[in-house]
């Protein structure tokens, strides 16, 4: 799978990655929280974030936006999940 990000409201040195079924931070969250929307708004994934990467369920092509939250804010990421080529 490839993925485009845009991010908002953003934490300069964070980013993700979605592979194999993981979306994978480049650093490390303490006592955060990431929930997945899709395009129209519906939630399709929330989990408490314990290391740099976090288990997901297989997310069919599309675009989503997840949001990363902890005590310094809340960022948001646009992302698109194609299939692999």
């Known amino acids: 799978m490839y ?10 040195n ?3 990655e979605y592979v194999d079924n993981q979306i994978i931070l480049s ?10 929307f899709d395009c129209v708004g519906r939630l399709v994934f929330s989990s408490e ?8 369920p297989n997310l069919p092509s599309g ?7 902890n005590k310094s804010g809340t960022y948001s990421y646009k ?3 194609s299939p692999n080529k």
């Open 49 to 56: 974030i314990t290391d740099e990467s976090v288990f997901t």
């Open 79 to 81: 992302f698109i999940v």
């Open 63 to 69: 675009v989503y936006i997840a949001n990363i939250s």
């Open 14 to 16: 964070l980013s993700l």
């Open 27 to 36: 650093e490390k969250i303490i006592e955060g929280k990431i929930t997945v």
């Open 3 to 12: 993925i485009y990000q845009t991010r908002s409201g953003y934490k300069e």
